[in-house]
């Protein structure tokens, strides 16, 4: 962490609990969290991700990803990943701010600036880029109406778009601006994307998914595994695992049970597709991660 963002550090220790915090600012969460060795399964949203203190290493498919403090985040797709803190510990704990990006304001932000001939997303629906002291400046000031949460339907809004503005105008404003654009390759695979959300325990119907994003089958497969790095097979895998992995460490089912309850028919071939996706068997595996969460709420 550089010294610019210790009064960011300082208002989210203020105002956070270890693990996620929603804050009053819509759509704006903050994370709290000890450098681990257990990789952690989450689903990002469509958002932008500030690491102030630490750093994170996130796997997506086969791609591997690092970043920082001196870096942001960027996902224009809901993801399933693999994440793993680092550099951080309880006296210097891994600290994080997100903000879910919403297409409509992308959409009348960018129309207010001047036009830019673009073709579709291409590559992956990511990406990561150096921070600038312009969006270190503004987004210190949005933290800081966690302190007056009065000011917080006034100034937040209009402190959002001056954040949006920047995104837009940095390296990444071409993928900011896809996320806007309706019914280009990217947006045609969130849709895509929002049907197997819709119906993550269901078998994968194919011609629903071309139904739903407006692609023929050839091009959901080459869009859809060069955004989010998975087949739409993969990706409902994934969405099963980790929500598998909740019910497991919940305590309320076996590992038969939590296979069946998130739409697999064979419990061995969800063991096998367990161990390749978290390294170890489901109960093996559940077990280290409740020592792990147990020795946190010692410390």
């Given at each position: 962490?550089?010294?610019?963002?210790?009064?960011?550090?300082?208002?989210?220790?203020?105002?956070?609990?270890?693990?996620?915090?929603?804050?009053?600012?819509?759509?704006?969460?903050?994370?709290?969290?000890?450098?681990?060795?257990?990789?952690?399964?989450?689903?990002?949203?469509?958002?932008?991700?500030?690491?102030?203190?630490?750093?994170?290493?996130?796997?997506?498919?086969?791609?591997?990803?690092?970043?920082?403090?001196?870096?942001?985040?960027?996902?224009?797709?809901?993801?399933?990943?693999?994440?793993q803190i680092l550099d951080a510990?309880?006296?210097?704990?891994?600290?994080?701010?997100?903000?879910?990006?919403?297409?409509?304001?992308l959409a009348e932000l960018a129309a207010t600036m001047p036009s830019v001939r673009e073709s579709d997303q291409k590559g992956m629906g990511v990406a990561i880029n150096p921070m600038t002291a312009p969006l270190r400046d503004t987004l210190l000031r949005l933290l800081s109406l966690l302190d007056s949460p009065g000011d917080i339907p006034v100034l937040a809004p209009m402190i959002e778009r001056e954040l949006l503005y920047r995104?837009?105008?940095?390296?990444?404003?071409?993928?900011?601006?896809?996320?806007?654009?309706?019914?280009?390759?990217?947006?045609?695979?969130?849709?895509?994307?929002?049907?197997?959300?819709?119906h993550p325990f269901a078998h994968l119907r194919i011609d629903a998914l071309c139904d739903a994003s407006g692609m023929s089958r050839a091009s959901l497969h080459r869009h859809f595994q060069a955004?989010?790095?998975?087949?739409?097979?993969?990706?409902?895998?994934?969405?099963?695992?980790?929500?598998?992995?909740?019910?497991?460490?919940?305590?309320?089912?076996?590992?038969?049970?939590?296979?069946?309850?998130?739409g697999y028919e064979s419990a061995s071939q969800f063991s096998r597709e367990y161990l390749r996706q978290f390294g170890a068997p489901p109960a093996r595996h559940v077990r280290a991660m409740r020592q792990v969460i147990e020795q946190r709420m010692v410390a």
């Open positions: 962490m550089t010294d610019d963002l210790a009064p960011h550090v300082d208002i989210v220790l203020r105002h956070a609990t270890t693990g996620l915090t929603e804050t009053l600012i819509p759509r704006l969460d903050m994370f709290v969290g000890q450098d681990s060795t257990v990789k952690t399964p989450c689903l990002y949203r469509s958002m932008i991700c500030f690491i102030l203190q630490g750093s994170k290493r996130v796997a997506i498919g086969d791609t591997l990803l690092s970043y920082d403090s001196a870096q942001y985040f960027i996902s224009a797709l809901d993801l399933p990943l693999i994440g510990g309880k006296d210097r704990p891994y600290v994080a701010v997100s903000l879910v990006l919403e297409p409509a304001l995104l837009l105008q940095g390296p990444q404003g071409r993928l900011l601006r896809q996320i806007a654009r309706p019914d280009g390759a990217l947006d045609r695979v969130r849709r895509a994307i929002a049907w197997i959300r819709d955004m989010t790095g998975f087949s739409p097979l993969q990706y409902q895998k994934q969405l099963r695992l980790q929500e598998a992995r909740q019910l497991l460490l919940s305590g309320s089912h076996s590992a038969s049970d939590a296979a069946f309850a998130v």
